[in-house]
């Protein structure tokens, strides 16, 4: 039995040490905001947050997690960072196909809690593992200077 405090919440969840986060919070918990991409920890599809840092969840073993919170992108929003990246991302209209915007937006809200306000070599790395299939790198990058003055 693994316990997990997952968006200021504590859930017990009997999966085996080694099951990536990702699958507990899916499959176990049904927060299903947080997707599936690639598996191997590169397009950043799956990133939640542990202790306020950006990790991606399919490469985690929910075991590694210890005592340490885990917020989703459901929970994202109650963090001003993360209210001012939602808000700036709907104002820019930057989604497409949506299916990488819950792993941006996780990304994004961590470099503002770190960085109120990142220029555009600091959005870049902040933001390189997350991968756009749709490319919408530009709205993404305004969108975060949006918040940083909001």
């Known amino acids: 039995m693994i316990d ?3 968006n200021g919440q504590t859930h017990s969840a009997d999966v085996p040490a080694d099951m990536p986060l990702l699958w507990v919070l899916r499959d176990i918990i049904g ?3 947080t997707k599936f991409g690639c598996g191997i920890a590169q397009c950043g599809v799956c990133t939640v947050h542990l202790d306020g840092d950006p990790v991606r969840s399919c490469v985690l073993p929910a075991g590694a997690v210890g005592n340490r919170p885990i917020t989703t992108i459901e929970a994202v929003g109650r963090t001003p960072e993360g209210a001012r990246i939602q808000k700036a991302w709907l104002d820019l ?3 497409q196909c949506g299916y990488c915007q819950s792993g941006q937006i996780m990304s ?3 470099l ?3 960085d109120p306000a990142p220029d555009d070599a600091a959005i870049d790395a ?3 593992g997350n991968i756009c299939r ?3 790198y530009p709205r993404i990058r305004a969108a975060i200077k949006d ?3 909001a």
Do not use: D, N, P
């Open 4 to 6: 997990l405090t997952i």
């Open 31 to 33: 927060l299903t905001g």
């Open 93 to 95: 209209e930057v989604v």
């Open 108 to 110: 994004a809200t961590a």
């Open 112 to 114: 503002l809690a770190r």
């Open 126 to 128: 902040a933001m390189a």
């Open 134 to 136: 749709c490319g919408t």
């Open 147 to 149: 918040a940083a003055r």
